[in-house]
């Protein structure tokens, strides 16, 4: 590699000291690594509190946990559109060799979880709009509906969110077992390359 050429490498993937902010051909940067971590704990949280009021019947226990699992949805709004933005937008390392239906496997469920990301962030405040009721975050703030109660669209969009959340849940738990593939019984430092670890 020429002195010129990796004068424009180092500039096209900025760095904090020795920390690369955009991904390489062999590791993750800096903001993938902090939008995967965030992003997951965001989304477990939010799942774990979904599916623990999902069969509630209705009255104030089920009522609370809806109110935090709204407030806390609306604080990961940012972040998480953020990280479906970034991943779209920017190729991770290459991927471990593997046979073809695991391949197409791991791509999908990938897929999944960006998507399925996406269509929770959109569904989520407008199911509570259409429901005829501002979004309350704790008692620091509240969003207002910009439209007025329509209980058929709101119902249809409540069931897609519920939806959406499990097949998010499935990609999450398929997502998982890859990565213990692929470090116990493969032997490759996948997860390492997501805390900054270069690919081997």
Do not use: C
């Not at 569904?123 to 429901?131: E, H």
């Not at 007025?148 to 969009?157: D, I, V, Y």
């Amino acid at each position: 590699m020429t002195t010129e050429t990796h004068t424009m490498t180092s500039s096209a993937n900025p760095k904090i000291g020795a920390v690369a902010l955009r991904d390489t051909a062999h590791s993750y940067g800096l903001v993938s690594r902090l939008n995967h971590w965030l992003g997951a704990a965001l989304i477990l949280v939010m799942l774990g509190i979904g599916l623990y009021f999902e069969d509630m019947p209705k009255g104030d226990v089920k009522l609370y946990w809806l109110k935090l699992h709204i407030a806390i949805g609306t604080l990961a709004f940012l972040p998480l559109a953020f990280r479906v933005l970034w991943r779209t937008l920017n190729h991770g390392p290459a991927a471990f060799e593997q046979p073809v239906v695991m391949q197409r496997l791991t791509q999908l469920v990938h897929v999944v979880l960006l998507l399925g990301i996406g269509v929770l962030i959109v569904t989520g405040p407008l199911a509570v709009w259409t429901g005829g009721r501002a979004i309350e975050v704790f008692t620091w703030f509240s969003i207002p509906s910009p439209m007025g109660k329509m209980e058929s669209l709101h119902e249809t969009l409540e069931e897609v969110h519920v939806f959406t959340s499990k097949a998010v849940l499935i990609a999450v738990i398929l997502h998982v077992l890859g990565a213990v593939k692929h470090l116990v019984f493969e032997r490759q430092k996948l997860a390492g390359r997501m805390m900054g670890r270069k690919r081997e």
